[in-house]
């Protein structure tokens, strides 16, 4: 399992967010420079994120970006998902027929995959965008 680039970017752009003062809406060329971030795929991924509930946006002289919810209610499991689909460690943890090997009846290591797949999507769950360390200095 490999976090996309999409994905990343979408983690930072809410990261940076989370920094603002409540109520400021942050442009995309603001949040592009401050986070590394091509400033087209970037409005590509904030739009994105408009459109699953994250953010809100407003366009005018005074328009940008600012979070819908409150931070506590983002993880970092929602945000990936929303921009590459549900989390998977393995094709075999697949319930739509991903499993495709010749021992998938008998897999000694199907168990194992499954642990470490509810652990990874546990634990991205429990990452959430109030913790304290998500604020920066």
Known sequence: MQISRKADYAL?????????PDNKRSSISEIAESEGIPRDFLAKILKELCRAGFLKSFQGV???YQLAKDKSQ??????????QGEVKVNMCVDDNGGCQCNHRISCTMLPFWKKIQKNVVRDLG????????????
């Open 126 to 137: 429990d990452v959430t965008f109030d913790d304290p360390k998500f604020i920066r200095k």
């Open 12 to 20: 930072r752009a809410i990261t940076f967010l989370v920094n603002q």
């Open 62 to 64: 005074t328009g940008g």
């Open 74 to 83: 983002i993880s970092f499991l929602n945000v990936i998902e929303a921009m």
